[in-house]
């Protein structure tokens, strides 16, 4: 079985697959399959259902939502259920099933390693085979107590942070020029990243594009100081001066 939460909650089984419309239903499952294989208290459950202020008759509202992931998951073939009581509360046993955010986790560390072996090729394959994973974003909708919201912070800031991977190997590779365009958008979405700016001006400059790289510069430090009161920091400062004396440092050959 496969459980997917990096867009919305969907569980696979061969070829079958179905989505939950019950909304406290779906709730129990995000957070047993967030906190696969570790046991959750009811207490936690509760919260992410009705938040701080449940009804008197929680307790046992949530034995029903428990009760009916139980019968979702007990599927053909299967042995046995993978939601378990435990004393101090449930636990979703995967054993060989499979999660998304799991093999999205596993896949950019992948890269990383490839990255810093200077394997560039291979770790652009892995970088974009772990954003592949994704359907949109995490868990759809779906918003909760602690649980779900710090998964879904969490997977979100991953994701951003495998773009910038993926840009940093194209940018390695000579493809400054294929990147600009995912590095404009990445900017417009997410723009007290200064990180996405750095990588857009050196695809521009290296591009022939000079001028346009030090306007995204100017851009950042404007918004920067209107949101932030801030300076852009250490490395678009340095990299301005860079792009401003054609430093040849900043060239493809000199960054090999």
């Given at each position: 079985?496969?459980?997917?939460?990096?867009?919305?909650?969907?569980?696979?089984?061969?070829?079958?697959?179905?989505?939950?419309?019950?909304?406290?239903?779906?709730?129990?499952?995000?957070?047993?399959?967030?906190?696969?294989?570790?046991?959750?208290?009811?207490?936690?459950?509760?919260?992410?259902?009705?938040?701080?202020?449940?009804?008197?008759?929680?307790?046992?509202?949530?034995?029903?939502?428990?009760?009916?992931?139980?019968?979702?998951?007990?599927?053909?073939?299967?042995?046995?259920?993978?939601?378990?009581?435990?004393?101090?509360?449930?636990?979703?046993?995967?054993?060989?099933?499979?999660?998304?955010?799991?093999?999205?986790?596993?896949?950019?560390?992948?890269?990383?390693?490839?990255?810093?072996?200077?394997?560039?090729?291979?770790?652009?394959?892995?970088?974009?085979?772990?954003?592949?994973?994704?359907?949109?974003?995490?868990?759809?909708?779906?918003?909760?107590?602690?649980?779900?919201?710090?998964?879904?912070?969490?997977?979100?800031?991953?994701?951003?942070?495998?773009?910038?991977?993926?840009?940093?190997?194209?940018?390695?590779?000579?493809?400054?020029?294929?990147?600009?365009?995912?590095?404009?958008?990445?900017?417009?979405?997410n723009p007290l990243c200064e990180a996405y700016y750095r990588q857009l001006m050196l695809a521009l400059y290296r591009s022939g594009r000079q001028a346009e790289a030090l306007g995204v510069y100017q851009s950042a430090r404007s918004l920067?100081?209107?949101?932030?009161?801030?300076?852009?920091?250490?490395?678009?400062?340095?990299?301005?001066?860079?792009?401003?004396?054609?430093?040849?440092?900043?060239?493809?050959?000199?960054?090999?």
């Amino acid at each position: 079985m496969m459980y997917e939460v990096l867009g919305p909650l969907r569980v696979l089984d061969g070829e079958d697959s179905f989505t939950i419309s019950a909304r406290k239903v779906q709730t129990v499952l995000a957070a047993l399959v967030v906190r696969c294989d570790q046991v959750v208290a009811p207490g936690q459950l509760i919260t992410e259902i009705w938040g701080d202020v449940p009804p008197r008759r929680a307790t046992a509202g949530l034995h029903v939502y428990i009760s009916q992931v139980r019968k979702l998951l007990n599927r053909p073939g299967r042995t046995a259920n993978p939601l378990l009581t435990r004393v101090s509360g449930y636990q979703l046993r995967t054993d060989d099933d499979e999660i998304d955010f799991r093999l999205f986790l596993g896949a950019v560390e992948r890269g990383r390693a490839l990255m810093r072996e200077r394997r560039d090729e291979e770790a652009m394959a892995c970088l974009e085979g772990a954003l592949d994973l994704w359907r949109g974003p995490v868990l759809g909708d779906l918003r909760s107590g602690p649980i779900i919201e710090g998964f879904v912070t969490w997977m979100t800031e991953l994701r951003l942070e495998c773009l910038e991977l993926l840009a940093d190997v194209h940018l390695r590779l000579g493809r400054h020029r294929e990147v600009i365009g995912r590095l404009q958008l990445l900017v417009g979405e997410n723009p007290l990243c200064e990180a996405y700016y750095r990588q857009l001006m050196l695809a521009l400059y290296r591009s022939g594009r000079q001028a346009e790289a030090l306007g995204v510069y100017q851009s950042a430090r404007s918004l920067l100081m209107e949101e932030l009161g801030l300076e852009p920091c250490r490395a678009l400062r340095d990299l301005q001066q860079a792009i401003l004396t054609a430093d040849e440092g900043l060239d493809l050959r000199a960054a090999s």
